[in-house]
Each structure stands twice: as structure tokens, then as C-alpha cells.
């Protein structure tokens, strides 16, 4: 029998010789001197349930059971395999000025360039919790003067490096799907108008920043 070829986890296709190991094992007594018969493991499944959705499955579990003498030394402790929990982090970030902001308006009498500067940011994935700061009014230099914090709150997977969010992907969706992203900051600069849609100025975006045992480093 020669080797087939299966799809792997990225739809690429690699031989593999496992359909010949399957028949040596199922064919084992037929071996001249060393064949015997082989008994399989006998498998137990179960169906997962939980008690909010009663009667409904939320998935299977196999397994199988093995019997050994008294007299045997005792197996290790078992490990814990749960999957590793998020902790809650905030990210403070302090806005202090701006410098060389593209100046957007005409002043009606002079003619003079400038702009009514604020800034807007937001952890990627959490785009609704976007925060400005306040207005830094008739900037005729590109420079804004703000002392100005945003509070992000979020829980964060510190072995993976990742932010973890949990949120339903429509409004029909009966639970919530986890995402994994990494870690980045979002921010704009944007010139306010008040008869009109803000004017977008700049960004920077995906600001990244290390972890820490008890805080953040950006």
C-alpha cells in the first residue's frame, strides 16, 4: 500500500502512512510468530450539558477507564488543563499638546489659517469606547494644550499578549464569541466644527505596549 495524502489545518496536502499503520494493527493476528489478537480500547461518551440550556448538548467528551492492582504505585496528581484566565488591566493614557496640526479653517475676516484641535482615541477592537478630550480652540500654530487623560479598562491575557473581548456578533447571536487581539491604541486629531461634520486632521495608528507584572509600558 503506498502512502496517501490528507489535508492539514491550513488546507495543505502532505502524505502521511497512518491508513498503513491502522491496517497492520487491525490485521496483527495474521503475522506469522508474533501476531495475536489485539482487544481495542473500549471508549465512553458522554454529552456535556449545562443547566441554563437544559436538554440541549454543548458537546461531547470521550474517554476510557483503566483498572490497575493496588500494588502498583499510585499515578501523579492530575494537571490542570483549564484554559488560562484574563486579568483586568486599564491603560492611562495623559494627552499633553500637539505641534504642527494641519491648520483646516479660514478666519471670515482675516483670512488666517487655523483649527479648533481635539483628540480622539480607542483600543483596537473597542471602538465604542472611544473618548476625546477637550477643545483646544483657534490653534493658529498647529499646537494644542490639553492635560488631558483617557481611562481604558480591559481584560488582558498576559502569556499570550493579547486582549481578550467577549461580545455577541449580532443582535440575534444567543452567545457571545471571545475574541483574541493584540494590544494596540488607536489615536486621531481632529479639528471640531460647529455647523458641520468635525474635519479629520491625523492618526496614529496601532500603538503597541509591553506587559508588566502590575502595570503597562507604552
Known sequence: MAPTEIEDENGLKKKTDEHLALCVLTHWEEIPRVGCKLVPEHVETRPLLHPDKPGIE??????????????????GPALDISPRKPKKFELRVIIWNTDEVVLEDDDIFTGEKSSDIFVRGWLKGQQEDKQDTDVHYHSITGEGNFNWR??????YLMAEEKIVISKKESMFAWDETEYKIPPRLN???????HFSADDFLGTEDGISWKSRERFLVC
Open 58 to 75: 454543548q458537546g461531547r467528551i470521550e474517554l476510557w477507564v483503566d483498572m490497575f492492582p493496588k500494588e502498583m504505585t499510585a499515578p
Open 187 to 193: 489615536l486621531q486629531v481632529w479639528d471640531a466644527d
Open 150 to 155: 483617557f481611562v481604558y479598562p480591559f481584560d
